[in-house]
């Protein structure tokens, strides 16, 4: 039995999907030029991580038909938050986050995935550089790379945390040469927490992009877990890392509104592909509906992210 497409179903599967989001986002950002100068660092994270996240769905095959909704969706919620990039720490925990996806996801039911997962661990380590915090998520990666990529053995697990340490290995001789020899008190910051689910201290704009995003997760999630039976065994192991991963950002965003900073970015790395899902593979009124008013409220939400916050 045919389906009818809708206009979702048209623009999800339309080839020029993702450039004509990509000149629209850029349109946007000019705007940003009426409240100050223009801040080319946060655009070009942006713009990065789209390409990886383009990476990220071809080499995987996240959809089962040609769609662009993946980083087309992850192009306009990082937009939304496009303040959050003018610190390039926070641009950099992304975008390290993309990449250890494609690797990890190569090392799928592969226990001598030795070089892959190293590296994959590696670029974790230098983003726990910068943001120390990042830790955190390691004893989970390890986890959902024995229940979902079905990847983990001795090896691979050594050869983690080998990834892991080396870039403190590079830093720790730097610092000797410099002759600051302690680094100790960077994992300081590992027990350091703010106060718990106490989300004054965050502005308005950031508290109702957590709602939108809050949504389109549960509404992705919901969606997938419904229909994932369309999909092939490793798509579904793959998005359930991403489920899990994103409900994580969640609640660390809630026990810890303070980095939502850094959290926030995260999540729309996890939650992009569950949005793109939805889009792609819904077809009927309501959810033709439902994808009109949802993409106003998330423009709604862009422009006032764009020129009213402080």
Avoid at 140 to 168: D, E, H, K, Q
Wanted: glycine share 4%; with cysteine; net charge neutral.
């Amino acid at each position: 039995m045919l389906k009818m497409k809708y206009l979702q179903n048209k623009i999800a599967e339309s080839r020029l999907a993702l450039p004509l989001t990509a000149i629209t986002v850029i349109a946007l950002w000019l705007l940003t030029g009426l409240r100050g100068p223009l801040q080319w660092e946060p655009l070009a994270f942006i713009l990065t991580g789209t390409y990886l996240m383009v990476e990220l769905n071809n080499r995987n095959a996240l959809m089962r038909t040609y769609s662009r909704m993946v980083s087309c969706s992850f192009l306009v919620f990082d937009l939304a938050v496009f303040s959050l990039f003018s610190n390039y720490h926070v641009g950099l925990v992304q975008i390290s986050a993309i990449l250890t996806y494609l690797l990890l996801f190569h090392a799928y039911q592969d226990k001598e995935a030795h070089d892959k997962i190293f590296y994959a661990f590696c670029i974790l380590g230098v983003a726990s550089i910068f943001e120390v915090k990042v830790l955190w998520l390691v004893p989970v990666l390890w986890i959902l790379l024995a229940t979902c990529l079905m990847a983990m053995s001795l090896r691979n697990f050594l050869a983690s945390v080998f990834g892991l340490l080396t870039p403190y290995w590079l830093v720790i001789g730097y610092n000797a040469y410099e002759g600051h020899i302690t680094i100790l008190t960077h994992f300081e910051g590992l027990t350091s927490f703010g106060p718990i689910a106490d989300f004054s201290t965050l502005p308005l704009w950031m508290l109702v992009t957590l709602g939108l995003l809050l949504l389109l997760t549960i509404i992705g999630t919901i969606h997938f877990l419904h229909y994932s039976y369309n999909d092939k065994i490793r798509t579904r192991m793959l998005f359930e890392i991403f489920i899990t991963m994103s409900f994580l950002s969640l609640a660390f965003i809630v026990l810890q509104p303070t980095y939502s900073n850094v959290l926030i970015p995260l999540l729309i790395v996890n939650m992009s592909p569950l949005v793109g899902h939805v889009i792609t593979f819904t077809h009927t009124r309501f959810t033709n509906i439902a994808f009109a008013v949802l993409s106003l409220v998330t423009l709604g939400v862009l422009l006032m992210n764009l020129l009213w916050q402080p």
